[in-house]
Every structure is written in C-alpha cells, then in structure tokens.
Nanobody, 129 residues
Framework: QLQLEESGGGLVQPGGSLKLSCAAS????????IGWFRQVPGKEREGVAC????????KYADSVKGRFTLSRDSTKNTVYLQMNGLKAEDTAVYYC??????????????????????WGQGTQVTVSS
C-alpha cells in the first residue's frame, strides 16, 4: 500500500517561501504521477499542481503559475512543491496525492480529486503578517 506523508508547512509572512515535501513509503514514487491540492474550511479541495512519473510534465493552476514549482527526487522517494511569493490567499491545508500517469494526464482534468487514489494527511500552510 502506497503511503504519502506531507511535511514542510508552517507560518510564513506574505512574500515569503516554503518548500513542501511529499514522501512516499511502500512503493517507489517514480511509478506515480503526483498532485498537490489545498483546502480551506468550507471550500472544495483545489488542485494546485501535478507532475508526471518521469518529472517531464507539469501542470499548474493559474493562481500559482510563476510562483510554485514542482520537482521530484527519486533517490529520496519524494516530490517537492517550492512555493515562493506566498500570499494570504495561499493559506490552506496542502495535500499530496498519487495515481498513475494515465489517470492524471490522460485527460484535461488533472485537478479533479477523483483521479487520485492515494492521499496524504495534509500539512498546514499559513501566510500572515
């Protein structure tokens, strides 16, 4: 069973940076496409970005393009979300999720939560002065 664990969240001032990690256990993360999502109370979970298994394809939500960057390190079985230029509206619980390349990149709806079978527990990101 693939297990995912997010880390790296915290409190940061507007304009600051955080780097979130999504570490996998149970299976090689290289077999999976990884998506990052975020959720605030009372709202639906929102797709932030995704990366395919090879790391050669990435997609970003318009709200984070140019500020967030995905990368993956197969030696550490981890995917990273580098978040720069953080804004108050980036405050949320951030989740990583995994599924096959076909499921995530086979269509045009990578941001749809139903495409992802495996989920982490989330990490809180708070952007505030």
């Amino acid at each position: 069973q693939l297990q995912l664990e997010e880390s790296g969240g915290g409190l940061v001032q507007p304009g600051g940076s955080l780097k979130l990690s999504c570490a996998a256990s149970g299976f090689p993360l290289d077999d999976y496409a990884i998506g990052w999502f975020r959720q605030v109370p009372g709202k639906e979970r929102e797709g932030v970005a995704c990366i395919n298994s090879s790391g050669h394809r990435r997609k970003y939500a318009d709200s984070v393009k140019g500020r967030f960057t995905l990368s993956r390190d197969s030696t550490k079985n981890t995917v990273y979300l580098q978040m720069n230029g953080l804004k108050a509206e980036d405050t949320a619980v951030y989740y990583c999720a995994a599924d096959s390349d076909l499921a995530v990149f086979g269509g045009d709806t990578w941001y749809d939560t139903v495409l992802y079978e495996h989920w982490g527990q989330g990490t809180q990101v708070t952007v505030s002065s």
